[in-house]
């Protein structure tokens, strides 16, 4: 696509649920990250895929928190058992290599 | 530990005046830097990016310089209008990668142009 794709745009679940958001990278963009920005505060690294190398998931905050990137394309981030505290707006960004980078308009996430 | 500090954290002026937002950063081993505008519940839109081996880059009414060696880079707007009220964030990328890929982004300044 022209630009990085995320949905759902918004999500309000139940605490304890579990919930899946998605990123479409650009077409050809090897490197995907996931950031997370609590209202009013700085980006926060979660993880990071290159190509076909191991992810840095060093910011990961909890393991409740995981992503998997299939075929070097989608991405999809997976938080279980949401808590009220994972209410933020996840963004998800691409670029090829380390070019510039390009995100998406996030999914802001509520947790009721 | 790169860090990245974006001076003002908020600013207000009025409409028409040149401004220039400001971001330093303790590690000059950069391999580049970028700005973006962050609009109200929105993504964060790409404005220019310098490669280190550049002093600025230009695009239309906004000009952006780095200086390596002292840490800093700026964004000068010129001739601001209300549209450009929105958050500046700059993102700095280490060489030879690192945890998030070398990538520390400032916490932005919050610009606000009164009509």
């Known amino acids: 696509g022209a630009g990085v794709s995320q949905s759902p745009s918004n999500k309000v679940t139940e605490k304890g649920k579990d919930v899946e958001l998605r990123c479409d990278p650009i077409?050809?963009?090897?490197?995907l990250y996931w950031y997370r920005q609590s209202l009013g505060q700085g980006l926060e690294f979660l993880i990071y895929?290159?190509?076909?190398?191991?992810?840095?998931k060093s910011g990961l905050p909890s393991d409740r928190f995981s992503a998997e990137r299939t075929g070097g394309s989608v991405s999809t981030l997976t938080i279980q058992r949401t808590q009220q505290e994972d209410s933020a707006v996840y963004l998800c960004?691409?670029?090829?290599?380390?070019?510039?980078?390009?995100f998406g308009e996030g999914s802001r996430l509520t947790v009721l | 530990k790169q860090e990245v500090t974006q001076i003002p954290a908020a600013l207000s002026v009025p409409e028409g005046e040149n401004l220039v937002l400001n971001c330093s950063f303790t590690?000059?081993?950069?391999?580049?830097l970028q700005w973006f505008r962050q609009d109200p519940g929105k993504g964060l839109t790409s404005l220019l990016l310098?490669?280190?081996?550049?002093r600025e880059q230009t695009s239309g009414r906004l000009n952006a310089s780095l200086d390596k060696s002292s840490g800093r880079s700026t964004l000068y707007i010129a001739a601001s209008q209300p549209g450009d009220s929105a958050t500046y964030l700059c993102a700095v990328r280490l060489g030879g990668g690192g945890g998030a890929d070398g990538l520390t982004f400032g916490k932005g300044t919050h610009l606000i142009i009164q009509p």
């Open positions: 895929f290159q190509g076909n190398s191991a992810p840095d």
């Open positions: 590690d000059s081993a950069i391999y580049n």
């Open positions: 077409s050809g963009h090897t490197a």
């Open positions: 310098i490669q280190s081996s550049q």
């Open positions: 960004a691409s670029n090829r290599g380390t070019g510039e980078l390009f």
